[in-house]
Structure formats: C-alpha cells, structure tokens
C-alpha cells in the first residue's frame, strides 16, 4: 500500500493530475479498444485526455469509464518508469498513429514511459507513486479539440477530469463548481433577457436582448461622459478599412491569424478591422499638429473584428464582433508618464465605480528571442518598458512582470482579472508605442520649428462591451446595482383597480428618467413579487387600495427582508436618485 500523497505545491497537484489521466487513458482503452489515444496533460485543475473515436462519448460512456477507473485504483499497481528505444517504442504504438507522431519529435532514443499495471504510456512527467494514491475523482464533461490544437487536424474527443487525495476535497471542489455554475454569465445572461447567441446570426457573435442593451448603454453613456471631462475627444470610425492601411501599420504581417478573410470590392481590398489604431492615427493626421497641441486624446466606443478559434469563445468574455471602450493618446516623449499616469488612475477610478475590485496589474514585456513576433528594435523596447515599469513604482501598486505578453509594437500595462471558472482574462490595457508613429510618419512642430515624432499610448479603458458585461454579470450574479439594473423599480397591484394610480406612478417614474416595468396580471401578489425577485429587480412596489387612498407607496428592497409601508414617492424617488448617484 503506497503512503498518502503530498497535495500543497502545483508541483504536487500537476503530478497527481497527470497519473490520474494515465489512468483514464487505460480505462478507455479497457472499454474501447479501437480508440486511439492522444495525450493528457494536467491542466491549472484538473486534467484531460484527448482520444480519436468517430463520436463524442456521452454520458453513460463516462459513468461505465469511470467504474473502470475505481476497479484500476483498487488494483493499486505502482507507477514505474521504463525507457524504451525509437524503434521499440513505435512497435510498441503500431496502431497509434498520434502517439507515433509524437515520438517522431523526441530528438533521443531513450524514450521514456510510464507503467502501471499492463498499461504504459508515453510520458517523461513526475508521477505519484501507486494508482492507489488516488482516493477520490470525478470525470467532468467532455469536448471536441483539434488534435495540437490545428485547426487543420483531426478531432479529438477530449475527457476532462479531476482528482484528489481525499473525499473531502472532491466534495468541496464540486461544491465550488456549482458556485461557478451558479454565477455563469452564460446561464445567467440569457435566463434574464441580457443576450442570446443563434446559429443563424454567428459563432462569437451575440445578440444584445433589450435588457443587456439597457445595461450597455447605460455603460457607454457613463464611460462617454467620464472621458470628455478627462479631455478625451469622442470620434467614429469605419468597422472595416483598405489592406494596405493594416499592412503599413503591421497589423497584416503580426496579426493575420486573428483577421478575418479579405473582402474584394470594387477595385478595394477591404478587411473588417481587429483594432482601431489605424484609423485614429489618420485622424490625427488630418491636420498639422503643435506641441501646444498636445496630448490630443481621441476616443471612440469602436468596433472590431477578431477571427478567434472556436475552441476559444467564452459567451461574452470572448466573441468575434466586439465594441471597446477604446482612445488613443498623442502626446510628447516629455508628456508619456504623466499622461499613463492619467490613463491609469482613469482605469483605476472606473473600475470602482464598477464594483470591480479583484484584479491585478502586469507589466507586460516583449521576449527578446522572438524577432518574429515583435518588432526588432532593442533601443525601443528598453525604452518603452523602462518608462511603463518607472510609472508603475512612482505610484507604488504592485505588480507582476510577464515575459512575452507585449503586443508586437510595444510593451503594455494590462489589468487582469479572473472569471469565476478561474480563467485569466485582460480587462483593460495602457500599452506604449514608439513604432507607428515611425510607420505613419506623425509629426508635431516644437518650440524651435523643428518637426518632431509623437508617441503614442493605446488605452482600452473598461474592456470591449461584451468582456466587461460578461465580468459584470458574474460580479453581481445578475443582482446589478441600482445605477446599472436594467430595470431598477417593478410596480405590481393587487386587482385591475389599481392599474390607473400605478400607471400614474410609472409614469411619473419615467419622466424622472428611471428605469420601470409593472405586473397587472391576474396572477397573486406572492406570486408577481417572487418573480420580481427571481429577475433580480432592485425595488419592487406593491399598489393596492390603502396605498391608492393615502398616495403612498409599499416598497420592498432587493435583499431586504420586509416591506415599508407608507412610503412618499417624492421621498422614494430622493432616495432612488442618491442611490444611482453614489453607484453603492
């Protein structure tokens, strides 16, 4: 009998992980003979094994795989390493062309496996010491994944599962799944009419329902308002422009992947754009600037474009057609710290106005080895990074620097944010670049009339429309505040008498600019306020006769147990507007 496992390091947990996916690939290779295995590595929770078989398993499948696995635990057989040479090890994998391929890449010819029991498999990854060791699991879900993630290579069936030491901990990350589950934009947007995704309109292109719409505009009207009294000036742009516009900026060289396919015509080439720079730089070059001119800081609420596979959407986390809160900053080399400094306390001070508090900052840095994904220019990059890092120590916050995560013309300052399945995301962005104002030739004249190079900061200020609706959902659980409800007030009444004072009450409502639907079904009162509650509604008012007689109201709070009875309407709407105003 093997001793308990150690479960404190992500050394530990990767380990444990991946020999419990060793133990699903023998499952199913038990079950199913005739599925050929790819490869299982531990992922940040969990595991999964990608096999090829003509048809997804379903759930039946994973419950008669998951039988097997406790019968191969309960065997408890030890892992051991074995080595094999190229040539035994592709007699060994005969009939597994993926795994063949794999070996076809290992430049050694000692290639290593693990064993346990009859079952080896091709791995040169730490292990736990017995398939015993394996007290408690449970197979999640499953998906269909392009083999090496090529979306020019076979379908895999992938497994997805996970593992512990213990019961106990199984039962408390299930426990938190359902917590995840519960708080799923995705669930929850369309159960309260925010937004829904149709196959006819488009993979990654959502539909915003009336009440999302309602919350997004509400948004873009506060986001609109903040940056003209910050000095931002608000533009609009073409969602799509001419090739040769995205192949002076780079964007056709660094970034093709991620664009969608090129659209002839007329005599144009045209292309759906994946960012706005572009067409802001030529803005900015529409007339000749001064240094008495700068910092000019354009904005515009623009939207994009991006081809993302389609193993990548997430509901609104991660579309194809996406609005961001986007602004592009001109400004001297002698204003470039001051003016991130401005973008970054801006960001700062919106997000809590959101409500959105869990997140870090990252200095994100360009890789050095990497000439191909970024531009070549080691006196740029040095400077540009050096004058993000100098910025982020002046105003003392913390944050981590990440290799290899700049975009290709410049280095950059993202805020980032987990979503409540864990998965990092990056909500806003001040990135820094000196190179295309090089490529477009911008100019600004100086004090001494000589023409000079501005820089340029991109700011992605509150995320696209779709990412920062799809955090805000999960955020509140749908339970928005007051100032972003997309209906804030539900007036229900008692019979058909009460429909005439209540539509006064709307009304009234209405012309003060607040957000109000009302419920005159013959339904029960119980019954109209649960409902009220199950949307989420913040304020739920309740008319009947008495209120009717004395023109007051029965207001019932969000979270609140109880009902006030008696209520002025002069002093509920004081109390709505205070409310809307501080964003509580």
Known sequence: MAKPVRFRTDADKKAFWHSTSHILADAVTRLYPDVKLGFGPAIEEGFYYDFYRSKPFDYEELQKIEQVMKKIIKEDKFFKQIYKSKKEANEFYQKEPFKKELIKEIEENKISFHKHGEFADLCNNPVIESAGQVKAFKLLNTAAAYWRGDNKREMMQRIYGISFPTKEQLDEYLALLEARERKDH?????????????????????????????????????????????????????????????????????????????????????????????????????????????????????????????????????????????AHIFCTPEQVEDEVKKALKFIRDVYADMGLIDYYLMLSLHDPKNKEKYIDNDVMWKKSENSLRKVLKSIKVDFVEKEGEAAFYGPKIDVQVKNVHGKEE???????????????????????????????????????????????????????????????????????????????????????????????????????????????????????????????????????????????????????????????
């Open 186 to 326: 995705r669930k929850i947007g369309p159960k309260l009419k925010l937004f829904t995704q149709v196959e006819e309109v488009g993979t990654g292109l959502p539909l915003w329902l009336p009440k999302g719409a309602t919350i997004r505009r509400v948004i873009e009207r506060y986001i609109t308002d903040k940056e003209l009294k910050e000095g931002y000036e608000h533009v609009y742009t073409p969602a799509l422009a001419r090739t040769k516009l995205y192949e002076l900026s780079g964007h056709l060289n660094h970034y093709r992947d991620h664009m969608y396919p090129v659209m002839k015509v007329d005599t144009e080439d045209l292309v759906l754009r994946p960012m706005n720079c572009p067409h802001h730089i030529q803005i900015y070059k529409f007339e000749s600037r001064s240094y008495n001119d700068l910092p000019i800081r354009l904005a515009e609420l623009g939207t994009m474009y991006r081809y993302e596979a389609s193993g990548a959407l997430y509901g609104l986390a991660r579309v194809r057609g996406m609005t961001l809160n986007d």
């Open 426 to 584: 990056t909500l806003a962005t001040i990135q820094l670049d000196f190179n295309l104002p090089e490529k477009f030739q911008l100019e600004y004249v100086d004090n001494n009339n000589q023409k000079k190079r501005p820089v340029m900061i991109h700011r992605g200020g509150l995320s696209t429309m779709e990412r920062l609706t799809a955090f805000l959902i999960e955020r509140y659980e749908g339970a928005f505040p007051l100032w972003l409800s997309p209906v804030q007030v539900r007036v229900l009444t008692f019979t058909d008498r009460n429909v005439k004072f209540a539509d006064k009450i709307k009304e009234e409502f209405l012309q003060q600019g607040l957000r109000i639907e009302t419920d005159y079904s013959n339904r029960t009162v119980e019954y109209k306020v649960r409902d009220a509650e199950l949307n989420k509604i913040p304020y739920i008012i309740v008319i009947g006769d008495k209120e009717e007689k004395n023109k007051t109201l029965a207001v019932r709070k969000r979270g609140v147990q109880g009902v006030k009875f008696g209520i002025k309407m002069e002093d509920f709407s004081k109390q709505l507007q205070k409310e809307i105003d501080s964003k509580a």
